[in-house]
T-cell receptor, first 111, second 114 residues
Framework: QKEVEQDPGPLSVPEGAIVSLNCTYSNSAFQYFMWYRQYSRKGPELLMYTYSSGNKEDGRFTAQVDKSSKYISLFIRDSQPSDSATYLCAMTTPNTDKLIFGTGTRLQVFP | GAVVSQHPSRVICKSGTSVKIECRSLDFQATTMFWYRQFPKQSLMLMATSNEGSKATYEQGVEKDKFLINHASLTLSTLTVTSAHPEDSSFYIC??????????FGDGTRLSIL
């Protein structure tokens, strides 16, 4: 079993839809959670960084962490074609620098 | 804030050439920098972690004599692919972080060895 599981997609939605991206993990020591967006042939761009259970909102993006269920989500409201990219979840423990990534979910938002 | 600049973005060179890639943190001091390799449609694979002024820590299976990493200052790390061969062709990405907070990534270097 992988430490972090993420549905690879692709996920195809119409413009304006609400998108839900999810990751599950097995290591209860993970305390810091990140969502990155990666466009083709570019490096990952940090979207959200959280370290406590609950919701964190930034514009159209909401990150949700449920440590009891070992489950994190990223919601995108009013999705736009420019949101079409691969979304990577990543997490780490307090005593290491190493990020553990999900496999990434490819999202396509069509006009 | 938290901008990481990586240069060059694209390199095409002949087999046997050594290639140097630079990674700079532009607006923060990067106590730790990371080098990743990414194959098409796959997630990032950590190659090595470097702390300023220290030797890099390489992941298992990564040849330290092949991939030379230097982290001479709090804003600059370099990766040199020595005597590159076609199998070294890949997308190389650096990231940086300060003492607290997440990693911020550069835009990657696409390396093609002919």
């Amino acid at each position: 079993q992988k430490e972090v599981e993420q549905d690879p997609g692709p996920l195809s939605v119409p413009e304006g839809a609400i998108v839900s991206l999810n990751c599950t993990y097995s290591n209860s020591a993970f305390q810091y959670f990140m969502w990155y967006r990666q466009y083709s042939r570019k490096g990952p761009e940090l979207l959200m960084y959280t370290y406590s259970s609950g919701n964190k909102e930034d514009g159209r993006f909401t990150a949700q962490v449920d440590k009891s269920s070992k489950y994190i989500s990223l919601f995108i409201r009013d999705s736009q074609p420019s949101d079409s990219a691969t979304y990577l979840c990543a997490m780490t423990t307090p005593n290491t620098d190493k990020l553990i990534f999900g496999t990434g979910t490819r999202l396509q938002v069509f006009p | 804030g938290a901008v990481v600049s990586q240069h060059p973005s694209r390199v095409i060179c002949k087999s046997g050439t050594s290639v140097k890639i630079e990674c700079r943190s532009l607006d923060f001091q990067a106590t730790t920098m990371f080098w990743y390799r990414q194959f098409p449609k796959q997630s990032l694979m950590l190659m090595a972690t470097s702390n300023e002024g220290s030797k890099a820590t390489y992941e298992q299976g990564v040849e330290k004599d092949k991939f030379l990493i230097n982290h001479a200052s709090l804003t600059l790390s370099t990766l040199t692919v020595t005597s590159a061969h076609p199998e070294d062709s890949s997308f190389y990405i650096c990231s940086a972080r300060d003492t607290r907070g997440p990693q911020h990534f550069g835009d990657g270097t696409r390396l093609s060895i002919l």
